[in-house]
């Protein structure tokens, strides 16, 4: 499959960001225990990217460098949806959303430490803005918040910081399957890496004692587009855009997922927001829309 042109690249991208800020509604719209739904969502998402590469491609063998990078991926994964959908239902899927957008701070943390990377006055200035958001949107109201909210807040900053170690884990796996002399697909990686987080969240479920038989037809459908859309679908539209479109434009075009989580809850779920709620809103994008771009590559928050 050939790349788009710089047009339809956008509106794929714009169109793959808006499926996964929707994601965050159908995990509150399931009424199904939060880690369930994540094991739901990649045991389904692993058939269906297996299925994608036994007709497309060929699965190929996989070096000993990627095998040792992969559980970094798998466990990191496994987490981050734990975090975000027991978030989710704590503080609303636009809020949650947005923090889990937190990600592109950890991830240039890690560049920073892990990879000896620069930190320049574009990320400094982004952490200033987003942080100054998240106080118009909480800061004034922290102490009068009810503690499960906060706990939900926490939870939400802690999916970004696992999401990060997943995009580093995933894409070091990516390349370390590319190194040898049959370059296995990316879909391969991916498929692997989901089979794997179901095992770990299958086991933590199992732990906490959740159920995970979904209660009905409409539970069902919730699941199977949450695997086949909600991930499998809007990674593909993302993936594809993002080798075509300026790294400014694609980073514009990805804070599409938090707006669109954010309107959501207006919409579906009866937020009221203030007026400073949607100015920290907006300041909190902006910030992490500027400190996003202090690198080549856009991190992508393919939360939910």
């Not at 095998?67 to 991926?73: A, G, K, N």
């Not at 499998?232 to 855009?241: G, K, Q, Y």
Request: charged letters at 10%; glycine letters at 10%.
């Amino acid at each position: 499959m050939s790349d788009p042109q710089p047009r339809a690249a956008s509106l794929e991208l714009l169109i793959g960001a808006a499926i996964i800020g929707s994601n965050g509604l159908m995990v509150r719209l399931s009424q199904m225990p939060p880690i369930a739904v994540a094991f739901w969502r990649m045991l389904l998402a692993g058939i269906l990217l297996a299925a994608v590469v036994s007709l497309r491609h060929r699965w190929q063998p996989l070096s000993r460098k990627a095998w040792l990078w992969l559980p970094l991926p798998i466990l990191a994964f496994a987490v981050d949806l734990t975090l975000w959908h027991k978030s989710i239902q704590l503080v609303g899927p636009g809020l949650a959303t947005l923090l889990a957008n937190a990600q592109v701070f950890f991830m240039a943390l890690a560049g920073l430490f892990v990879f000896g990377e620069r930190l320049g006055p574009r990320f400094l200035a982004g952490v200033l803005l987003a942080f100054f958001g998240l106080w118009l949107l909480l800061g004034a109201d922290w102490s009068t918040l009810p503690p499960q909210y906060r706990w939900g807040v926490w939870l939400g900053l802690g999916t970004g910081v696992a999401y990060a170690a997943y995009n580093i884990g995933i894409k070091r796996s990516q390349h370390a399957a590319a190194d040898g002399k049959v370059r296995a697909p990316v879909e391969q990686v991916l498929c692997i890496a989901a089979f794997g987080s179901a095992l770990c969240l299958g086991l933590l479920g199992w732990a906490e004692g959740e159920v995970f038989a979904p209660p009905s037809l409409h539970a069902w459908g919730i699941l199977l587009v949450l695997a086949a859309v909600g991930h499998c679908l809007s990674w593909v539209l993302i993936s594809r855009s993002m080798v075509v479109l300026p790294v400014a434009l694609a980073g514009l075009l990805l804070l599409a997922q938090p707006i669109v989580a954010y309107l959501l809850d207006v919409l579906v779920l009866g937020l009221m927001p203030t007026p400073r709620h949607w100015a920290g809103l907006m300041v909190s994008l902006l910030g992490i829309f500027v400190a996003g771009m202090k690198s080549k590559q856009p991190s992508v928050a393919q939360e939910a």
